[in-house]
DNA sequence: TTAAGTGCAAAATCTTTGCAAATGT
DNA sequence: ACATTTGCAAAGATTTTGCACTTAA
């Protein structure tokens, strides 16, 4: 029986490579998005520095993944979590970026108001990132 | 009696250089905010591409003006509205980020929600960016 | 006068591109 | 076997750093 991962590959007509099967298992094990950086570092030598690139911009156009970027303008990915395709791509969820430890969470719960815009303007995407301190280092910042 | 942006540097404790009023008067004369490309395009050869890092950096770390990271991950710049100060950076408004022309809009008038974030996360500045077709853009659409 | 700020050159990064070799179907 | 995908090398772009010269106060 295939993995999750593998069958979402299929899916999109691409082929099961170890550099886009290391990709979709490392950001599918964490609940929070990763940044390139971080992706590098972990894949090591495994995968080359332009393949990650490369496997990470055909994953995002086809809708497997998306990018946030981060305070400090960096790319973070996390694997789409409901039904992205590559022309509704859906990213409807608030982003809670730590200023500690840097993590960018996906609150899939927080329910994301209704805007109301001036007349005009029509919008397809809402981006919503908020900044602050994470549970885990806040609770370290009061014990200290 | 000074111009508005001098007033801005006395007040910040910064010389009233012929960088930092440049980049004062392109960012003030603009509603919406500039990518720092386009900033490089409009000084031309009056102002160094470093002097313009480090003039955007000071100014965004006394909060005069703020950093709105666009769909490409580049820097675009605005005069912060009310109060900043070095240590409350407020940017609780919306921008708004047309796909077909690029602008970045900051849309003072929307009122910005309060979130109901899931206990342990504390915020401290949200960044609301919307990502859609702006007025202009979607005129011309129409007509075509 | 002198501390802060600029400009140039050069280093360090980050991202893209071209092409031959390797891999999945 | 063949189209895709990878890895390397190298080009291009972006951002940072060091230091001597200039300028605002």
New binding site residues.
Partial sequence: MLKGFEKILEKHD???????ISVLEILAERKSATS??DLEQVLGK??????L???LKTFEEKGIIHKIIDLN?T?NYAVCSSSCTEHQHHDQHVHFNCRVCLQIYCLDSVHVPQLQLPSGFTPDTVNHIVYGTCPGCNEKHLQA
Same sequence: chains 1, 2.
């Fill in positions: 691409l082929k099961k490579t170890k550099p886009r390139q950086p495994d995968v080359d520095r332009v393949t690139y490369r496997v303008g790319a």
